[in-house]
């Protein structure tokens, strides 16, 4: 939905403050060298160093810093006894009338104001269970239209990578071959595709099969099961000129951006295509870039096209194939709940959000505006040896053993709905029609789409920002010192010094 990432953003949030507050210490002094830090294990005395800000008996500001990834280190630093958390950053400020120093920060550590405020106060509440907003015994439907011959404008010996064919302007791309049924299709009837990627959807004689999706980062086989209809064929028939369509989308999810070699990043069917126990990859193939329906004005679509959407049948009778939803949104419900809750609160610009929960994978369009992608999936439910509140940013990052959250729930469920993407009616006008388009990938009860409001805002943080200094340099200067502190001193801090020297701070009070 758009809401800050609890807890990490409240942690980052502690060490921007610190930064900011002592940025005359940083831009103040030279940039300092490293000084080994003597620790009680021999190991660890190359682990351990320290940048200092400032001079000893003076006020200095230093960041003590340790490199081993898999254990904390204890030292003692102006007289103060530290334990660095493992591959962390510790923060440490002293003051000229000062005894010892203070710790004011760790990476690796969530201070106690951070712990007790591990989830978003932000909440939402269904707006559309009262006022109806959006008219869910109206829904239509219609499935993906395939690609056929003549507009498919792509010809080629062998399936060809996908990226390089889509451009990065679609997700999707099309794979067509007709081919004789092998009588082996009675005792084998599978298709299979070697080294494909990311998701693939397979159509047997425009009739849609099955579906299958690999991993993120590598390619995968995927097997699919040939239609009873077409393995029968095969075994009772003579005729030995009898063709199969076969159709395959696939789908890319997302492209790499941390990996080596990334201009090698391929997707597609790369692979061999196996039908029945034969190598059909060579052959003659047809393919289309894009999805119908992607790109399309919904609005233009003929009305017979779409078709009315009984709930009553079971999702299990639906099947999983690609499905267009078209939903229309009770304008006037909603500007009567606007009305009522601004009788009730000062809020004068309701949050809108599309609560998917009932839905599986897809995208979301309102009046032609796009709104996202959704995959509800649910975190991994709570393991027995780890609380699934703790959060400990020590070692390597890794998602799943840094910070488990919301063990076993809805990973998204709300997308945001901008207000300004609804059409409102001006006067004189009686209604106005606003239209949620869903394409769901899967399967899924498009009559529980409802919509909801944020109804919470989070707390009031004090920052020191400039006064006076532009936004974007306060970017880059927040930017810069972080960039510092992880590791990147040298010429940075020369320049993000030069930066802060030409501004004065002030704390002021910001709304996050």
């Known amino acids: 939905y758009g809401l800050e990432n609890w807890p990490k953003y409240l942690h980052l949030a502690e060490l921007h403050k610190h930064l900011l507050d002592n940025a005359h210490m940083i831009t103040g002094n030279p940039v300092p060298v490293a000084q080994r830090l003597v620790s009680g294990t021999i190991n660890n005395n190359d682990k351990a160093m320290a940048h200092i800000y400032g001079k000893p008996g003076s006020e200095y500001l230093a960041f003590l810093v340790n490199t081993n990834p898999k254990s904390d280190i204890d030292v003692v630093f102006d007289g103060l006894p530290i334990k660095l958390g493992r591959w962390s950053v510790t923060l440490v400020h002293r003051l000229s009338n000062m005894v010892l120093p203070t710790i004011l920060y760790n990476t690796a550590a969530l201070s106690k104001p951070v712990q007790h405020a591990q989830r978003h106060p932000a909440g939402f509440e269904s707006i559309s269970e009262s006022q109806n907003v959006l008219r869910s015994q109206e829904v239509l439907w219609r499935t993906v239209e395939l690609p056929q011959p003549p507009a498919m404008s792509i010809e080629a010996d062998r399936p060809l990578e996908q990226i390089n064919l889509t451009d990065d302007a679609s997700d999707y791309l099309w794979y067509r071959t007709a081919v004789r049924v092998p009588e082996s299709c009675a005792k084998m009837p599978t298709l299979v595709l070697e080294d494909a990627g990311d998701v693939a959807f397979v159509y047997f004689n425009d009739q849609f099969t099955q579906w299958r999706y690999g991993q993120h980062d590598r390619l995968a086989n995927f097997t699919f099961d040939v239609p009873e209809s077409v393995a029968v064929r095969a075994a009772g028939s003579h005729d030995k000129d009898m063709v199969v369509t076969i159709s395959v989308l696939s789908q890319t999810m997302g492209m790499a951006h941390n990996q080596a070699n990334m201009e090698a990043y391929s997707r597609g069917l790369l692979g061999r295509v196996v039908f029945c126990g034969k190598d059909i990859t060579k052959g003659k193939w047809l393919m289309e870039p894009g999805l119908e329906g992607v ?111 919301k063990c076993g729930e809805i990973s998204q469920q709300y997308y945001h709905l901008p207000r300004s993407y609804l059409r409102m009616p001006r006067q004189g006008q009686v209604s106005v029609r606003n239209t949620l388009y869903v394409f769901e990938e899967l399967t899924g009860e498009p009559e529980k789409i409802s919509v909801a409001r944020r109804v919470s805002l989070p707390p009031v943080y004090e920052k020191p920002v400039q006064r006076g200094r532009p936004a974007l340099w ?39």
């Not at 939903?327 to 009788?343: G, K, V």
């Not at 998917?356 to 796009?370: A, F, R, V, Y």
């Not at 959704?374 to 609380?387: C, E, G, M, N, T």
């Open 295 to 405: 790109d399309l004005d919904h609005a233009a679509v003929e009305r017979s096209l779409w078709q009315p959407y009984n709930p009553q049948i079971s999702i299990s009778e639906r099947g999983s194939q690609l499905r267009w939803y078209a939903i229309e949104l009770d304008t006037q419900a909603l500007l009567t709940n606007e009305a009522a809750l601004a009788t009730r609160d000062s809020d004068d610009h309701p949050r809108y959000a599309i609560d998917m929960s009932s839905m599986t994978k897809g995208q979301l369009w309102i009046n032609g505006q796009h709104l996202g992608r959704y995959w509800i999936r649910h975190a991994p439910p709570k393991r027995s040896h780890l609380a699934c509140q703790l959060c400990n940013y020590g070692g390597w990052f890794w998602p799943d053993r840094v910070c488990r959250q």
């Open 474 to 512: 306060t970017a880059i200067t927040r930017v810069c010192l972080v960039a510092a502190v992880f590791g990147v001193f040298g010429t940075l801090v020369v320049a993000v010094r030069g930066w802060l020297e030409r501004w004065e701070y002030a704390p002021i009070r910001l709304r996050d």
